[in-house]
């Protein structure tokens, strides 16, 4: 193995399950389900072009948690919508029987 001039490092040997973080969209789409709260520093453009990515690689239910506003996003193939604390965040079709109060998502562990 050749080390790389630049950089000085020896590239990693790849097996297919190596290059695969644990939250890499096979998991994600065989789940059908994602949930990701955006960097402090994501645009609302990368958001949702991150959501739209997910839904385009077989996830049927995406939601982004957003703490600044207090707000879960929620993405399907078909629609999008903006729950806030009076809400209640469901599973819809895909997570049947889930359901959680906003307000509970952003409330402090352990009160």
């Known amino acids: 193995m050749r080390t790389d001039p630049r950089s000085g490092h020896k590239p990693a040997r790849h097996t297919p399950q190596a290059r695969r973080p644990a939250t890499s969209l096979p998991t994600a789409t065989r789940n059908r389900t994602a949930a990701q709260a955006p960097t402090p520093t994501a645009t609302s453009r990368e958001v949702r072009d991150k ?61």
């Open 51 to 111: 959501a739209q990515m997910w839904l385009r690689h077989g996830v049927r239910l995406v939601w982004v948690v957003c703490p600044d506003t207090r707000t879960v996003d929620v993405h399907q193939t078909d629609r999008a919508a903006t729950l806030g604390e009076q809400d209640t965040l469901s599973g819809l079709d895909v997570l049947a029987g889930f359901a959680c109060p906003i307000k509970a998502v952003f409330e402090p562990m352990g009160q």
